[in-house]
């Protein structure tokens, strides 16, 4: 058992594998996001490529973290299930911050996915806090400095 009371194999086999996918989806995402949406300044097609760049991000992800072992000398389990469960965490990670842009008006759709962005990034230093018995301060500062280098360089490469 983990200071969180679930199984070891529970964190290594489930939470961890989510969690990477999680943020990396939440994160990896924002760039091309925020670019777009300032660049256009069309939510319709910031939709797209936050679709696309979601997909895409799962696909590599549940890939990369399927392949990455087999499981035999990491205790992790079975590779196929964690790249599915990476791939899935990452694609939600990736299109909850997205779906905002299906809102017609762009300046109320980067609001909203603004909020959005905070929500995932508090979500992820809960699970990490939860799960790995971090403090949730540091954890937070830790995951919204990496989440805004990101969103910075999206919004300075859109506004160019």
């Known amino acids: 058992m983990t200071a969180s009371g679930h199984s070891k194999n529970f964190v290594l086999r489930v939470v961890q ?10 994160v990896s995402t924002l760039a091309p996001l925020f670019a777009t949406a300032f660049a256009t300044r069309d939510p319709r097609i910031t939709f797209l490529v936050g679709l696309a760049a979601a997909v895409g991000a799962a696909i590599s992800m549940g890939f990369s973290e399927g392949l990455s072992d087999d499981g035999s000398m990491t205790g992790r389990g079975n590779p196929l299930l964690r790249g599915a469960i990476t791939g899935f965490a990452t694609f939600v990670g990736g299109i909850l911050h997205t779906l905002p842009f299906l809102i017609p008006h762009v300046n109320l759709a980067l609001y909203v996915a603004f909020g959005v962005v905070g929500f995932e990034l508090l979500t992820i230093s809960f699970i990490r806090y939860r799960y ?13 400095v990496g989440g805004a280098l990101v ?10």
């Open 17 to 26: 594998p989510s969690l990477v996918g999680l943020m990396d989806g939440s």
């Open 132 to 144: 790995f018995d971090m403090s949730f301060v540091v954890s937070a500062v830790q995951v919204c």
């Open 151 to 160: 969103f910075a360089s999206g919004i300075l490469i859109g506004s160019a």
